[in-house]
């Protein structure tokens, strides 16, 4: 076993980053939870670094880390008190970033999903993981996987084509 030395933990950093702040920003779709969450995810791969064999499983432990931390967070949330309308700010001063992964209805329909398949949507069209990847990393089954993806994509088709019908 091969571990991975301080110098290049900085550039598996620098390779990283924006692949794990992306996912735990597309799962949670907040901006300071995604920058908290992929901060403690490097911390925490700088820990375990005599234990990263190489670049590649650098890559696969934090895919599967952040994904772990984004379940947990939603776990949180569910139990936290949601926010005052003043603590809302407001609709002028939101930061409006075009995302080329999704337009807003289809972000929201994603939202909507239950946790698990959101993030093996995420993984899948935002990371192009395919679904051997997205088992091993979500230690599930590549039939659950596969089934999550088509169940999925079943209910965002449904989903659209009644919001079509209803405009």
């Known amino acids: 076993m091969h571990d991975v030395s301080r110098q290049s933990f900085e550039q598996i950093v620098a390779d990283n980053q924006s692949r794990v702040y992306s996912l735990a920003l597309h799962y949670l779709r907040d901006h300071p939870t995604a920058e908290e969450i992929s901060q403690d995810v490097f911390l925490q791969l700088f820990r375990d670094l005599p234990r990263i ?79 051997a990847e997205i088992a091993e990393i979500m230690k599930v089954p590549v039939s659950t996987v596969k089934s999550q993806l088509h169940r999925s994509l079943a209910v965002l088709r449904g989903k659209l084509k009644k919001q079509e019908v209803c405009r």
């Open 53 to 131: 064999e190489s670049s590649a499983h650098a890559r696969w432990w934090l895919r599967r880390a952040v994904c772990h931390r984004c379940f947990d967070e939603t776990r949180k949330r569910k139990h936290r008190p949601r926010p005052g309308l003043e603590a809302v700010p407001e609709p002028a001063a939101l930061n409006r970033e075009v995302d080329s992964f999704l337009n807003d209805r289809l972000r929201r329909l994603i939202a909507d999903l239950p946790d698990h398949a959101r993030m093996t949507m995420i993984l899948r069209y935002q990371e192009d993981m395919d679904p």
